[in-house]
């Protein structure tokens, strides 16, 4: 199963400026990578995957 942005935060019970926090970025940043208008760097990538506890190769960014 494949897992959005959204749809593996809430999976894992966080707020958007809770992901946010955990794993470096502004909220507003976070926002943009959730409706695709910015793209993660990898290690944010990374930092999110084991947050919500989903392999990274579930997730699409």
């Known amino acids: 199963m494949k897992f959005d942005l959204r749809q593996a ?3 894992a019970g966080y707020s958007q400026e809770e992901v ?3 794993i470096g970025v502004a909220k ?3 926002q943009m ?3 695709g208008r910015r793209n993660m ?3 944010t990538a990374k930092k999110f995957s084991k947050l ?3 392999p990274i ?4 960014f």
Do not use: G, H, L
């Open 9 to 11: 935060r809430s999976y």
């Open 20 to 22: 946010a926090q955990k």
């Open 28 to 30: 507003v940043t976070y």
């Open 33 to 35: 990578y959730e409706t």
């Open 41 to 43: 760097k990898v290690n």
């Open 52 to 54: 919500v506890n989903i």
């Open 57 to 60: 190769e579930q997730i699409i």
